[in-house]
């Protein structure tokens, strides 16, 4: 078994911190290792606008 085949602590532990933000309700957009250092970037979810498709120049009717 090669080394990439087998998967250390530190991808297990993102793996598992990235499986406890999914069953949160929660998107991950990105995931980095550093050394020990594990980065999860979220999604942002997109807000409603209330004002999408109106027309807002001055003078229009």
Do not use: P
């Not at 980095?32 to 498709?53: A, H, M, N, P």
């Amino acid at each position: 078994m090669g080394a990439e085949m087998s998967v250390s602590n530190i991808e297990q532990r993102a793996l598992s911190l990235l499986n406890i933000f999914e069953k949160a309700g929660k998107t991950v957009s990105r995931v980095t290792i550093e050394g020990r250092k594990i980065e999860l970037v979220l999604s942002k979810e997109q807000e409603f606008d209330e004002f999408e498709g109106i027309d807002m120049r001055h003078g229009k009717t």
